[in-house]
């Protein structure tokens, strides 16, 4: 795979199944374009599909509980809310689709309401005068441009978010749009966006319906975000109006909740105290649904927080019979499980395994017997799967692109570290018989895995002659929550002597140069090239670091999530910042080092960067800075198409250069 094949990352993305009629989303690079083009495609029970819709940018397909309709998403071109997704309307038996919002920052995805009637949907609503709005007091016709709005007032900590921006000043709100009645404006040239359900300081997300259709639930920061907090519960929100009142108040944080017909609220929840959410396992809970006026619902947690950690990103969990399925992370896999609605505290042992084994589901959907999932393996990057009486059947094949022009198997690697502490990861190699150089890589997070699944930027580095080395050290996610939590307090311990080992343990092959290695990562991955670079740098020819933690100081106070991160993972006190930070041991780093990173990166600001190429270059290093404009954090995952590529292409110059 070269790097200009990420045009042929043809992925799947949400599901929607109503009968014999299941319709995808799917999602591709296009670097001609420099944009992702989506659509939507109607998947064969039997296999294959066709197309559903005529977008270039459709999204969120969910079919109405009836089958009459599907609603989804549709964004155009250029700014405003012509550019924005907004929520459209689709009859399933054939006609055009009808956009029914025109909300200034778009809609968010629709959630049908039990009867077919209404739509449930969460949209940013921006102050007047801001992102592209005219102003409440009518003095301007137009919109102020962004340079020119009214300087922003901040009185909280939790102010902003990488990739989305700021927060205070665009509240996520609650909307609910009558079908009939939109779509009857719409025939008279008349339509209009509803009015949100939520105001004050809290974004909502994650909205519900409960059974009888009269209200929704929504998960919000505790006490309606009347001040920082890391927790949220779940409130019960009037359709017909009224206040947000408390249902659920969670042990930690409440999200993707969904109520089954016999009131009982499941949600995917953590539990902790205070500010303490780090590398915490995320559990699948279960309330009751008080009367509306009713006390609070105590939760109880369902899955065992050691070893069972639910991805809320798979979608809300699926009620069917006695069971409710939920998606699992295990040592590198996604696996949909099957978990006991009765049970308390259930390991992982006690949830049958219904896909996911040895490989990554993304999401799933259910109607009646039927289980629909896109599913990673380490030849694809997503495909759906049916599911049906134990059975599995593969019913698309969008990853034959990437295969045809070459994938590098996964080869599954342990090593033991340490205290005797096993390590978990895997090798790609490339063709020939080698001695090949090599790549150690290393994940953010650090909470986070690297997976049973098709990884891009192993696929490019294997293809260009490099065995890449994939490690799931302590801290990473997916192995027990003791795993995650072990390096708390103690970064660039424990977990680097993990990557070590499995950098040994693959050294070990007679095919692999250990005279030529190299070490990179991302975000934490960042973090920890720097840390191995000053410590341990006798082991590489070079670094690549992008997008890291640099200096814990003024990282605390200048990410979006520095206020309460740092303090997890390291602390308040100065002394152990400066000792858990890379930049302090700038002056023993020797090796050529790459500092890497996006301009508009709130997540680790480019500060960090900025301070560790000024040392390192002060020092005598030769060292690099490699910056991208108008790009956040997310620049490998979902950056702009021609970023990614004109990366990876600085990225295989680079070690062409230092490892050959």
């Not at 004050?200 to 006490?223: E, Q």
């Not at 992370?329 to 395994?353: D, M, T, Y």
């Not at 990437?402 to 340490?418: D, W």
Request: glycine share 12%.
């Amino acid at each position: 795979m070269r790097p200009a094949d990420i045009e042929l990352l043809t992925v799947p993305g949400s599901l929607t199944l109503r009968g014999d009629l299941l319709v995808a989303g799917l999602s591709r690079p296009d670097l001609a374009d420099n944009s992702y083009r989506s659509s939507l495609r109607r998947i064969g029970l039997g296999g294959g599909d066709l197309p559903w819709t005529r977008g270039t940018r459709d999204s969120a397909p969910v079919l109405s509980p009836d089958g009459r309709w599907i609603a989804f998403l549709r964004a155009g071109t250029g700014d405003g809310p012509a550019g924005s997704a907004q929520l459209h309307l689709m009859p399933t038996d054939g006609g055009e689709a009808v956009r029914l919002t025109s909300l200034p920052l778009g809609a968010g995805a629709p959630v049908w309401d039990p009867a077919s009637a209404r739509i449930a949907f969460v949209a940013r609503v921006p102050e007047p005068g801001r992102y592209g709005t005219r102003p409440a007091d009518g003095a301007k016709d137009v919109a102020p441009a962004p340079a020119d709005e009214a300087p922003r007032r901040i009185t909280r900590l939790d102010y902003r978010i990488d990739d989305i921006g700021f927060l205070l000043d665009r509240p996520a709100r609650l909307f609910v749009l009558d079908v009939e009645e939109a779509l009857r404006g719409v025939g008279a040239g008349e339509p209009v966006d509803p009015e949100p359900l939520t105001d004050g300081p809290a974004d909502v997300c994650d909205p519900a319906w409960t059974p009888d259709g009269d209200a929704m639930l929504v998960s919000a920061a505790r006490d309606w975000a009347r001040t920082e907090t890391v927790c949220s519960d779940l409130y019960r929100i009037p359709v017909a109006g009224g206040e947000p009142e408390l249902v659920v108040r969670s042990e930690g944080t409440a999200d993707h909740a969904v109520v089954a017909e016999d009131g009982t609220i499941w949600f995917y929840g953590t539990e902790f105290a205070g500010l303490d959410d780090i590398a915490r396992n995320t559990g699948l809970w279960a309330a009751a649904l008080p009367e509306p006026g009713g006390q609070p619902s105590r939760p109880r947690r369902v899955t065992d927080a050691e070893s069972v950690d639910c991805a809320p990103g798979a979608g809300v969990p699926v009620v069917r019979g006695e069971d409710v399925l939920v998606v699992v992370r295990h040592r590198g896999a996604a696996e949909l499980r099957a978990v006991p609605k009765r049970a308390e505290r259930a390991s992982l042992a006690a949830l049958r395994l219904l896909a996911g084994e040895r490989s990554c589901v993304r999401t799933f959907t259910a109607d009646g017997e039927r289980i629909a999932a896109v599913v990673a393996t380490a030849e694809s990057g997503g495909e759906v799967v049916l599911i049906e009486q134990g059975e599995q059947r593969v019913l698309t094949d969008f990853s034959a692109p990437v295969r045809k022009v070459g994938v590098r198997p996964l080869h599954e690697l342990t090593a033991t570290s340490t205290g005797d502490y096993p390590v978990h990861g895997w090798l790609v190699l490339p063709e020939g018989k080698g001695p090949h150089p090599v790549l150690l890589l290393v994940h953010g997070g650090p909470f986070a895995p690297y997976e049973w699944s098709l990884f891009d930027e192993a696929q490019v580095y294997a293809s260009a002659g490099y065995a890449v080395v994939l490690a799931n050290p302590r801290g990473s996610a997916g192995y027990g929550q003791e795993h995650g939590r072990t390096v708390i307090g103690g970064l660039g311990t424990v977990d680097a002597d993990d990557l070590l080992a499995m950098l040994d343990a693959a050294l070990e092959r007679p095919d692999l140069d250990s005279a030529r290695v190299g070490v990179m990562g991302g975000s934490y991955g960042g973090f920890m090239t720097g840390w191995l670079a000053a410590h341990h740098g006798h082991r590489f020819r070079a670094a690549w670091s992008e997008r890291a933690v640099n200096a814990w100081d003024s990282f605390a106070g200048s990410s979006d999530i520095g206020w309460m991160f740092a303090q997890g993972y390291i602390g308040t006190d100065p002394e152990e910042q400066r000792k858990r930070s890379p930049l302090s041991y700038a002056g023993q780093i020797g090796l050529p080092f790459a500092v890497v990173h996006s301009e508009q990166d709130w997540r680790c600001p480019l500060e960090q960067a900025q301070r560790m190429f000024v040392a390192l270059r002060q020092n005598g290093v030769e060292a690099e800075l490699i910056l991208f404009p108008g790009e956040g954090h997310e620049l490998t995952r979902t950056g702009s198409p021609r970023h990614r590529r004109q990366r990876f292409d600085a990225v295989l110059e680079w070690w062409s250069r230092h490892l050959g």
